[in-house]
């Protein structure tokens, strides 16, 4: 069974248009990650979810915005996609302190247009 | 920050031969070392991890072996199957709410 989910699979955007990617996971783990993974590049993290504490990695730009609203759910916004926002996302989890292990979802491929 | 180096980015071997990949980190402090294999279009999953009061793991054909004086951990797979042939990524980790890739291995076993 799927234990972190994520949808759509594909998604094609136009550039500048708003759009939201979307994970959940059925393991009730308390951390949650989003990753940006480029053709043949190393997944690079963009932001995670402790609960519901929200922590943005330095270099992550301001066009990617994220929310938890619960739980099992966690989105990931990008408010103008650019050329350069094309990519596969990555969201995965953790079950939380004293637990190493990342579960990773089968990712969102992006494509901007 | 950490800095994670991988090598190689290619590998092909025979089918039966063994593959061994490896990895390089700069900070000491970093303390788990997991790898993931990707398969196209699938996200990473979890093969096997070391953490850093161990020396070594062993998990069938799967080992990872860990040099903490030296910084560098790798990857042995023996007995290599076309199955195995896929993307592998290490990552190292200080705390466990940031994961540092390596840049992956693009792994090919020839029949």
């Known amino acids: 069974d799927a234990m972190v989910i994520q949808n759509p699979r594909y998604q094609v955007t136009q550039f500048g248009k708003p759009v939201t990617l979307s994970c959940s996971q059925t393991l009730n783990h308390n951390v949650m990650y989003w990753y940006q993974q480029k053709s043949s590049q190393a997944p690079k993290l963009l932001f995670h979810y402790y609960d519901k504490d929200f922590n943005n990695e330095a270099d992550t730009p301001d066009n990617f915005q994220s929310r938890r609203p619960n739980t099992s759910f966690c989105f990931l916004d990008i408010r103008s996609p650019g050329l350069g926002d094309a990519a596969m996302y990555l969201c995965?989890?953790?079950?939380?302190?004293?637990?190493?292990?990342?579960?990773f979802g089968p990712g969102t491929r992006l494509t901007v247009l | 920050g950490e800095n994670v180096e991988q090598h190689p980015s290619t590998l092909s071997v025979q089918e039966g031969d063994s593959a061994v990949i490896k990895c390089t980190y700069s900070?000491?402090?970093?303390?788990?070392f997991p790898w993931y294999k990707q398969e196209l279009g699938k996200g990473p999953q979890l093969i096997i991890d070391i953490r850093s009061n161990v020396g070594e793991k062993k998990d069938q054909r799967i080992a990872v072996t860990l040099n903490k004086t030296a910084k560098h951990f790798s990857l042995h797979i023996t007995e290599t199957q076309p199955e195995d042939s896929a993307v592998y990524f290490c990552?190292?980790?200080?705390?466990?709410?940031?994961?540092?890739f390596g840049t992956g291995t693009s792994l090919t076993v020839i029949p």
């Open positions: 990552a190292a980790s200080k705390v466990r709410n940031q994961f540092y």
């Open positions: 995965a989890t953790r079950e939380g302190r004293g637990t190493d292990t990342q579960y």
């Open positions: 900070d000491s402090a970093s303390n788990y």
